[in-house]
Structure formats: C-alpha cells, structure tokens
C-alpha cells in the first residue's frame, strides 16, 4: 500500500501554511510508516497532480478550510469523485483541493481513496507563521494522520 500524505497551503498566507506546518511535524518526527510519504507541496498543486498520475492507493491532503467552526478545529473528511467541481480546467493559480483533484482527471488520472485533514483558519492575510489557534491545532491534526494512514494499511477502523 502506498499512501501520499500532501500538505498542502501558502506559507505566506498566515494558516493557509497548515498543511506544509503538519507535513513539516510528520517529517521532523521521523520515519513515517512503511508505504507513507509525506510531502509538502506548499502552493505547487499542478505538481501534486502530476504525482498522483503515477499513482498511490491512497491520499491524505492536509490543508486549512473553511467553515462556520472555531479557528483551529481540525476536520476530517472523506473525498470522492462525487465532490469534485464538474469540468473544471488546469488553472496552475487555483490550485485548491477540489481544483488539484479535478486537474487530475482532466490529465486522464482517477482519484484514489482521498481523506482531508483540515484546520478551520483564524486569519488569511499576508503574514509569515501560523495563528496561536491553528498552530496548536498541528498535534492534533498529526495524530489524525497518524489514525488514518493506520486505517488505511491495516485495514482497522
């Protein structure tokens, strides 16, 4: 089993950089399991398309998103083609979850077993580090990571 856990986010956006801050505690800690990488593709999702057309049994993005919750919730979802914005095109600028995704089977790729590991965000601006909130929110957002890739190569749930 191989598993691409993709952080994913602008580090220059305040806690849009959840996703490189979690892929950055993942690989700070060591070895992941067996069949796990972890990658931070930071603002590159045309990149991140591009790897998943070589294909992974399965994929964790870890990203800030939206909502009506608390700033440093983190959210776990499941991803299917259902969830995916109908025709839409390669826009290496917008390169938003559901976007990078879409790109995917524009470029004839098909989606593999997709979760998200999200984090609601305190602030979107211009600004270097993460919010007091998301960046307590980390831990447990690795921990979420740590319960899926542990489902996904066990097969418990």
């Known amino acids: 089993m191989t598993i691409l856990v993709a952080g994913i ?26 069949g796990v990488r972890v990658v931070d ?13 070589d294909g992974v049994d399965a994929l964790i993005l870890v990203d800030a ?3 009506d919750a608390a700033p440093g919730t983190v959210t776990v979802l499941e991803v299917g083609p259902t969830d995916l914005p109908a025709g839409a095109g390669v826009d290496a600028h917008a390169m938003d979850p559901a976007t990078v995704l879409a790109t995917l ?3 004839g790729g ?4 997709t979760y998200v590991v999200g984090c609601r965000p305190a602030a979107l601006d211009e600004d270097l580090g993460l919010s007091p909130a998301v ?4 831990p447990e957002a690795v921990a979420a990571v740590d319960v899926l890739t542990d489902k996904l190569t066990t097969g418990r749930t």
Not at 135 to 138: E, G, R
């Open 9 to 34: 986010g602008n580090v220059f956006l305040g806690d849009d950089g959840f996703g490189p801050a979690v892929a950055r505690a993942l690989v700070e800690r060591g070895d992941p399991p067996a």
């Open 41 to 53: 593709y930071g603002i590159r999702g045309l990149h991140l398309a591009y790897d998943l057309l």
């Open 65 to 67: 998103l939206p909502g």
């Open 105 to 107: 089977r524009r470029l």
């Open 110 to 113: 098909s989606l593999p077993p």
């Open 135 to 138: 960046a307590a929110a980390v």
